[in-house]
């Protein structure tokens, strides 16, 4: 079914999708997706976030139709992504994490090829090579094998690959996982560029969350199947009323011990542990932080650090998922 050019909520958006993985040899079956929603505004970075295993990777799957949903209905790119996959996929990119490109030719020959397998003639897709070589400043090194590329000119050329076909749909799977400060901000510029000026819409997941507040305008952070908070980084951010305190003890052991003197304390609360480290909430993060301060130092516990900050995008998801993001990801952020 093709919805109308002008029903912009069909561009990308999910509704109540579920899929469920077999369990097989008697383990028990494993539900990815429970009731996933959620809509994209045409033009704008959408970013998927959660923690490992919350089911990203089975949402992108299907709305790329590489994977089908036990229920639910979803719309990309103005079609119906089961009644119309085959147009579904002719008008979306996909940029998955693992690189798509033969490292024994050259940019161009591997552009040339992706055109080609979209079914451009051979001049058409020469030339549209040649725009993506240029556009992600890969002209210089278009002749040479791929397998001599840097991280970040390798991501590009993954990108531009992802382009070949003028998508309306982007889907870029951690664009930027291991690259370099400087490529990671070309790649956040090429990024910002593909939705502002080319109206591009952008599914992201992301690693970073300086990434996600960074390009998306709308976030959806996902954990074990379900949506668990949306909105754009600001609101979300806004959401949370007050500071955050965060004290570094100088040992793990004494976590226990400083949780029961900083309980006795109306502010900091809600206390969040990760390993040595005790994330709570103020209303005024200045006032309460020397209190706290005080009935550790009164318990004999040692102190690492102690600071406050305005909420960030990692309180956001800690709320919401009750874990770190940067826990969760362990030594990749
Ligand atoms: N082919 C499969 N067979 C069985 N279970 C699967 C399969 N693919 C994913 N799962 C399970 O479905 C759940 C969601 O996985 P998914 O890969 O979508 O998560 P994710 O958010 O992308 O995680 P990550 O950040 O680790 O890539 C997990 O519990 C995972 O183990």
């Given amino acids: 079914m093709t919805a109308t050019i002008t029903d912009r909520s069909t561009v990308l958006s999910a509704r109540d999708l579920v899929k469920t993985y077999p369990g097989g040899r008697g383990k028990e079956s494993v539900t990815a997706l429970d009731g996933v929603s959620f809509t994209a505004e045409p033009g704008t970075v959408l970013g998927l ?8 990777s089975t949402t992108v799957k299907i709305l790329t139709t590489l994977s089908r949903a036990d229920s639910g209905t979803a719309y990309v ?12 996929r002719r008008l979306i990119g996909f940029v998955a994490q693992k690189p798509v490109t033969d490292p024994m030719d050259t940019g161009r020959e591997n ?51 992802g382009l070949v076909n003028r998508p309306q749909v982007l889907f870029l799977d951690e664009p930027t996982t291991g690259l370099d400060p400087q490529a990671r901000s070309e790649m956040w510029q090429e990024v910002g ?63 226990s011990a400083a949780r029961a003197a900083l309980d006795r304390l109306p502010e900091p609360r809600e206390f969040v542990v990760d390993g ?3 994330r709570g909430r103020a209303d005024h993060g200045g006032r309460a932080l020397p209190g706290a301060i005080g009935v550790l130092e009164a318990a004999g516990i040692a102190i690492e650090s102690a600071t406050v900050s305005r909420p960030s995008l990692d309180d956001v998801y800690l709320k919401h998922t009750g874990r770190s993001f940067t826990a969760a990801k362990g030594d990749e952020s």
């Fill in 49 to 56: 976030l959660g923690p490992n295993g919350a089911g990203k």
């Fill in 77 to 88: 790119a103005g079609h119906d992504i089961s009644a119309s996959p085959g147009e579904v």
């Fill in 111 to 161: 552009l040339e090829l992706a055109a080609r397998i979209h079914g451009q003639t051979r001049r058409d897709a020469r030339l549209r090579a040649n725009e993506l070589l240029d556009r992600f400043n890969l002209t210089d090194a278009a002749d040479r094998l791929v397998r001599t590329y840097s991280g970040g000119m390798a991501r590009k050329l993954d990108v531009a690959i």
């Fill in 193 to 255: 560029r593909l939705a502002g000026e080319d109206q591009m819409t952008i599914l992201l997941t992301t690693h970073y969350l300086d990434e996600a507040d960074h390009l998306a305008a709308h976030l959806v952070i996902v954990d074990e199947g379900h949506v668990v908070a949306e909105g754009s980084p600001d609101a979300l951010k806004s959401e949370l009323r007050g500071d955050t305190v965060i004290i570094e003890l100088a040992s793990e052991g004494d976590v």
């Fill in 276 to 278: 040595a480290v005790l």
